[in-house]
Nanobody, 127 residues
Framework: VQLQASGGGLVQAGDSLRLTCATS????????????MGWFRQAPGKEREFVST????????SYADSVKGRFTISRDNAKSTVYLQMNGLKPEDTAVYYC?????????????????WGQGTQVTVSS
């Protein structure tokens, strides 16, 4: 299973970015479509942390307190794609962002509930 996260970049505080998690492999498309998906991030010198998660139907979402109200997770199962819309970016949002597929159909905020990970995309927010 190969997940590809994209959409990162260098922006200024207050700007927006939309991250995309997708794949070119048919088998991985089924995983994205049928499983809960999540976004995590890891800043230099820090542990990987939960950002947001969404259930397979998109009916249930959850966010870390630090991004609540600014980030929105969504999915398009017809395209086997998951998005993370990030608005009002802050310097403390700077990190490598990873998408991941959960073991089951529901989302989770626990790293141990995910068994497939993308390669990460860098988000840098300048002040």
């Amino acid at each position: 299973v190969q997940l590809q996260a994209s959409g990162g970049g260098l922006v200024q505080a207050g700007d927006s970015l939309r991250l995309t998690c997708a794949t070119s492999r048919p088998q991985t498309r089924r995983t994205i479509t049928n499983n809960g998906m999540g976004w995590f991030r890891q800043a230099p010198g820090k542990e990987r942390e939960f950002v947001s998660t969404i259930s397979w139907r998109g009916s249930s979402t959850s966010y870390a307190d630090s991004v609540k109200g600014r980030f929105t997770i969504s999915r398009d199962n017809a395209k086997s794609t998951v998005y993370l819309q990030m608005n009002g970016l802050k310097p403390e949002d700077t990190a490598v962002y990873y998408c991941a597929a959960a073991r089951g159909s529901q989302g989770s905020d626990r790293i141990s509930d995910y068994n497939y990970w993308g390669q990460g995309t860098q988000v840098t927010v300048s002040s």
